[in-house]
Nanobody, 119 residues
Framework: QVQLVESGGGLVQAGGSLRLSCGASGRTWSNYFMDWFRQAPGKEREFVARIRWSGGYTAYADSVKGRFTISRDNAKNTVYLQMNSLKPEDTAVYYC????????????WGQGTQVTVSS
């Protein structure tokens, strides 16, 4: 069964750090981009970061550049989002998603993990 499962969310004070994990199972991911999105209450879902599973490419939204780092561990089939210098405006549900390279349709989404940053 193809699955993406996020974990690592929680409550943190402004300026703190969290590391989110996205466990990917059920298929070979070498031809995929793995993205992180987030959605805050009353707002649209927004792109946060991307990594090419086969390596050599990452991208970030301007709002998180320099604070967040996306990475992956091929042996563990896991994608990470290290979030530092967190701000209250980073509060959202964070989702990981798998995008087959060369297409524009996300094939799989995780269930999301809540991140709350207190001021």
């Amino acid at each position: 069964q193809v699955q993406l499962v996020e974990s690592g969310g929680g409550l943190v004070q402004a300026g703190g750090s969290l590391r989110l994990s996205c466990g990917a199972s059920g298929r070979t991911w070498s031809n995929y981009f793995m993205d992180w999105f987030r959605q805050a209450p009353g707002k649209e879902r927004e792109f946060v970061a991307r990594i090419r599973w086969s390596g050599g490419y990452t991208a970030y939204a301007d709002s998180v550049k320099g604070r967040f780092t996306i990475s992956r561990d091929n042996a563990k089939n896991t994608v990470y989002l290290q979030m530092n210098s967190l701000k209250p405006e980073d509060t959202a549900v964070y989702y990981c998603a798998a995008l087959l390279m060369g297409t524009d349709k996300y094939e799989r989404w995780g269930q999301g993990t809540q991140v709350t940053v207190s001021s």
